[in-house]
């Protein structure tokens, strides 16, 4: 071995012993774009009062994983996979909301991306309508994050929103999940009485507010429209106000969930933000 050679095989062991000395960067490292729905809603004067009134419009439906240094976290889980299956889709008991289809199971995006079910450590769910938390089950050990408020309101019948045995960490307002900033679940009440959204704070894009349904499109955003449905129209509006706070204050995006023209302007997985 010549004297350059070998010079240059030392260096380069030492930038190898380097790069593995370098610790795995703590927090978000990034953030993946599920389809997890798309529908057509009857009528969207059911989400806007007076506004609109027998208008159609088209609805998606999202789902978000993040990779954290310390593990994979869902927020939000959409319709469930089996509507993937049903030719005409999933219609509503009320023509005037959404029929929803499933263009893509949850699970084949998972495996697209290599991330197994089990992978997933931690999850939340912005709140217990049916269209967020279609697949929870898919994830019976990962520990979910979620409003006592929400998790404690009676079903249909009295019916418990989540299976007994499903881990879970009962929150009273807003949560960081890992400690570091990087992922917290801010209390949002009104749509539902436990609803939730979430700040994650990734590494190049800077901090995203996930909306949940604190409000479903960038119209109802702007003209602070609250369904008709919220279980209270003060709790939305003071949740609206929480996320404006929040959003001017860290210079953060809002993803709006349900909002079709966003969505469509952002990227999908398997590319993701970072
Ligand atoms: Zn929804």
């Known amino acids: 071995m010549n004297r350059a050679v070998g010079l240059a095989a030392v260096l380069s062991l030492a930038a190898i012993g380097l790069m593995k000395a370098e610790p795995a960067k703590a927090g978000v490292e990034k953030l993946y774009i599920l389809n ?35 593990g994979w976290f869902l927020w939000d889980t959409g319709i469930p996979d ?17 029929t929803w289809h499933r263009p893509k199971k949850l699970a084949a995006q998972l495996e697209q991306l290599g991330v197994k079910p089990s992978d997933v450590k931690a999850m ?18 990962a520990m979910l994050y979620v ?9 249909a019948n009295g019916a418990p929103r ?26 949002t009440p009104g749509h539902t009485p436990g609803h939730q959204s979430l700040l994650v704070k990734l590494p190049k894009t800077g901090e995203v507010i996930l909306s949940g349904d604190a409000v479903h499109f960038k119209a109802n955003w702007d003209n602070r429209g609250v369904p008709a449905n919220n279980v ?20 953060a995006q809002l993803w709006i969930n349900h909002d079709k023209a966003q969505r469509d302007s952002l990227k999908m997985s398997p590319e993701f933000y970072d």
């Open 232 to 251: 209270s129209k003060e709790q939305t509006l003071a949740s609206m106000q929480k996320i404006a706070d929040r959003l001017s204050k860290d210079h």
């Open 124 to 141: 939340a769910v912005s709140h217990t309508h049916p269209d967020h938390i279609g697949n929870v089950e898919m994830f019976p050990n």
């Open 162 to 187: 989540f299976k007994a045995e499903h881990p879970v960490t009962r929150l009273e307002g807003d949560h960081d999940v890992f400690g570091d900033g990087s992922i917290v679940v801010l209390s």
């Open 82 to 98: 089996a509507v993937a299956d049903m030719a005409n889709g999933l219609a509503p008991a009320d023509p005037r909301s959404v």
């Open 36 to 70: 997890c729905g798309e529908g057509t809603a009857g009528d969207i004067s059911r989400w806007s009062p007076g506004v609109n009134e027998g208008k159609s419009m088209d609805f998606v439906d999202n789902c978000y994983l993040i990779k954290h240094s310390q």
């Open 147 to 155: 409003q006592k408020a929400e998790y404690e309101w009676p079903g």
